[in-house]
């Protein structure tokens, strides 16, 4: 592909935009899902706290999957914790590079080597567009990656809690 094929440029800036799409997506599924978390964990803890002698009375074999319900949640939560964090820049940009990404901003050293990249040529080339896809495409694909392990942690949760209760129905 020719650096200079305006329609490579044209289809990268169409994938950049759907990818930062996916990004807002992808952070509003982790900000729903720790909201919903927390009101869940608020309801367990004020009836742990209504009454906490209920829990201290509760027979042994209750003690493995509901400690197994609160390790779930908590990994699940780290992981929508991890989704939603911003994403820091490690390393710095090349001198001479030019300025396509915010990113590419953050990595410069100094306002010298900003001045020099935002003087670069104007319109970015296809390799400039390139980097910036593969960029916003590995944050997307992380902040995915994290909230399908936050899913299974809570699916996992809830067969861990289904256990508690058939075990106490069991028990009656």
């Known amino acids: 592909m020719p650096v200079s ?4 440029a044209g289809h990268a800036r169409e994938l950049i935009r759907s990818t930062i799409e996916e990004i807002g997506r992808a952070d509003a599924k982790a900000g729903v899902l720790l909201a919903g978390a927390g009101v869940v ?4 803890a004020s009836v742990l706290v209504a009454d906490p002698a209920r829990f201290s009375s509760l027979p042994l074999r209750l003690d493995i999957p509901l400690l197994t319900a609160l390790a779930c949640t908590v990994v699940a939560l780290t992981a929508l914790g ?3 964090y911003p994403r820091g820049v490690r390393a ?7 300025v396509t990404y915010f990113g590419d901003v953050v990595r410069t050293i100094d306002d010298a080597q900003l001045g020099e990249a935002l003087g670069s040529a104007p319109e970015a ?3 400039d ?19 399908r392990v936050a899913y ?3 699916a996992l949760n809830l067969v861990a809690i289904l256990a508690a209760v058939i075990e106490i129905m069991c028990a009656r």
Do not use: E
């Open 125 to 127: 080339t296809v390799q």
């Open 82 to 84: 991890a989704a939603a």
């Open 92 to 98: 710095y940009a090349p001198a001479g590079r030019r």
């Open 41 to 44: 964990l608020g309801a367990a």
């Open 5 to 8: 094929d305006p329609g490579a």
């Open 152 to 154: 299974l942690f809570f």
């Open 129 to 147: 567009l390139a980097r910036q896809l593969r960029q916003l495409s590995l944050i997307a694909y992380r902040k995915y990656s994290y909230i």
